[in-house]
């Protein structure tokens, strides 16, 4: 089975709730919604203005989907419409890494400004920003218990951020 994309393929991701839909988010801007059964496309999501370059399922509703953007934005989309529910523009380079804390309350970004920023789910405005790294951040985690972040960056280094 194969999905085809007009440009690269960033991230993809298995929809929670139905191990037959997956998402993917590529460098022609948008995210595809595919049905791996059929191999064909559900739905075409737009409104980034560069690659996607990551996609996070929200682990509370799996029809909730954070993206982040080579145009410098996290966007928050609800599947069951295929709407753009809030654009989220704490960044000032690529958004390279989306998150959600388990309990779905968070969602953290990382990017090439080098800034770690996370955001609050219910009124997307930042809570904090982290500050560490000497190069681009390429990778975002949440510990279990949401206590903690770890991210990963080109400066060769993994950093873990008490953010509890």
């Not at 049905?35 to 399922?57: K, N, P, Q, W, Y």
């Not at 523009?89 to 958004?95: G, L, T, Y």
Request: aromatic residues 8%.
């Amino acid at each position: 089975m194969v999905c085809l994309s007009s440009k690269w393929v960033n991230c993809v991701a298995f929809k929670p709730d139905n191990p037959n839909i997956l998402v993917s988010g590529s460098g022609d801007e948008t995210i595809i919604v595919w049905d791996i059964t059929s191999g064909s496309c559900l739905s075409t999501l737009r409104g980034h203005g560069e690659a996607v370059s990551s996609l996070a399922f929200k682990p509370d509703d799996p029809n909730v989907l954070v993206t982040g953007s080579w145009d410098e934005t996290v966007k928050l989309w609800d599947l069951s419409t295929s709407t753009c529910l809030s654009t989220m523009k704490a960044h000032s380079d690529w958004v390279r890494a989306v998150a959600w804390s388990p309990c779905g309350q968070w969602l953290a970004s990382g990017g090439d400004d080098r800034m770690i920023f996370i955001y609050d789910a219910k009124t997307f405005e930042v809570k904090s920003s982290l500050r560490g790294h000497s190069r681009d951040v390429n990778s975002v985690s949440w510990s279990p218990d949401g206590a903690m972040l770890a991210s990963g960056s080109d400066d060769k280094t993994v950093r873990i951020w008490e953010v509890a």
